[in-house]
């Protein structure tokens, strides 16, 4: 079991930029993939994006070219860099292992 714990969450202005933490419990590096969620009012949780072992990356096309996942194997840590955010990306985001979920982080976009 791998736990993992979501940071980094807020509030910025449309076309901001957050990085959102995801710290696993245990390694990372032998996982087959690690994943982020996320889930806006009203709406059923939606995948945003993969990392896969190897460091291979699967987005969803809602947010191709603007968020770059990315671990840091050492620090048994993931992130999302999400880049020119707009306001239906506001959601509270989750990070998943292939055996747990966190407890999510909100994001809030907004003028």
């Known amino acids: 079991q791998v736990d993992v714990v979501e940071s980094g969450g807020g509030s910025v202005q449309p076309g901001g930029s957050l990085r959102l933490s995801c710290a696993a419990s245990?390694?990372?590096?032998?996982?087959?993939?690690m994943a982020w969620y996320r889930q806006a009012p009203g709406k059923d949780r939606e995948w945003v994006a993969d990392l896969l072992r190897g460091g291979g990356t699967r987005y969803a096309n809602a947010v191709r070219g603007r968020f770059t996942i990315s671990g840091d194997n050492a620090k048994n840590t993931v992130y999302l860099q999400m880049n020119d955010l707009k306001p239906e990306d506001t959601a509270v985001y989750y990070c998943?292992?292939?055996?747990?979920w966190g407890q999510g982080t909100q994001v809030t976009v907004s003028s």
């Open positions: 245990g390694s990372i590096s032998s996982l087959s993939v």
């Open positions: 998943k292992s292939p055996s747990a």
